[in-house]
């Protein structure tokens, strides 16, 4: 099976600018997770979905946000950019067939970097 | 909301002896610890996982041991190998939390050949 596919691997923006990256889940899974990795926050919780609908959501800005198509592939957006957006952001794809607590698998993640 | 201490932040071991790290944890709802291994450019890869119900569960070199009384979980990595060296944590979630997992802040973990 083909693990997580993140595109795009790497990413350059300016402040003020928006970005959209995509997640591509493991055949079968249909819950998407979006972490941020930083080296002074580490690992934190952006939001998940599964089929298509918002179900938990982590304590960020509204200036990020995401959606999931039908086919469970999930993007997420961030609109005006800033400096403090730099990071690797990763998406986790499971199947999510025993409630809330499922192996979660993560792709390799994009590294945005806002100049 | 839980909250994920891991210690220690970095550890050093001479290669063939052993590896612990801990986490504890703060919701006692939580009920789902996997553990992942990320190396230099790359995403977290999960080595192993146990769930509440559950006291210890080891594949090969990697265990991983729960008590949920002191809400404490540990990984153990035994006969290091250069390979083993990267940064690892832990993290915890509950029922409810629906693919929200909370992570410890790593451990970097060097072995010296």
């Known amino acids: 099976k083909a693990g997580v596919t993140q595109t795009p691997r790497y990413l350059i923006k300016t402040r003020g600018q928006q970005v959209t990256l995509s997640c591509s889940p493991i055949s079968g899974h249909r819950s998407v997770s979006w972490y941020q990795q930083t080296p002074g926050q580490g690992l934190q919780f952006l939001f998940e979905?599964?089929?298509?609908?918002?179900?938990n959501k982590g304590n960020f800005p509204g200036r990020f946000s995401g959606r999931q198509f039908s086919n469970s592939r999930s993007e997420m957006n961030v609109s005006t950019l800033e400096l403090g957006d730099s990071a690797l952001y990763l998406c986790?794809?499971?199947?999510?067939?025993?409630?809330?607590?499922?192996?979660?698998?993560f792709g390799p993640g994009t590294r945005l970097t806002v100049l | 909301g839980e909250n994920v201490e891991q210690h220690p932040s970095t550890l050093s071991v001479q290669e063939g002896d052993s590896a612990v790290i801990k986490c504890t944890y703060s919701d006692s709802a939580s009920n789902y610890f996997p553990w992942y291994k990320q190396e230099l450019g790359k995403g977290p890869q999960l080595i192993i996982d146990?769930?509440?119900?559950?006291g210890e569960k080891k594949d090969q070199r990697i265990a991983v041991t729960l008590n949920k009384t002191a809400k404490h979980f540990s990984l153990h990595i035994t006969e290091t190998q250069p390979e083993d060296s990267a940064v690892y944590f832990c993290a915890a979630t509950s029922t409810d939390s629906w693919g929200k997992l909370q992570f410890g802040a790593g451990t970097q973990v060097v072995v010296t050949p």
């Open positions: 986790a794809t499971g199947t999510s067939e025993s409630i809330g607590t499922d192996t979660q698998y």
């Open positions: 979905y599964f089929s298509e609908t918002q179900r």
């Open positions: 146990i769930r509440s119900n559950v």
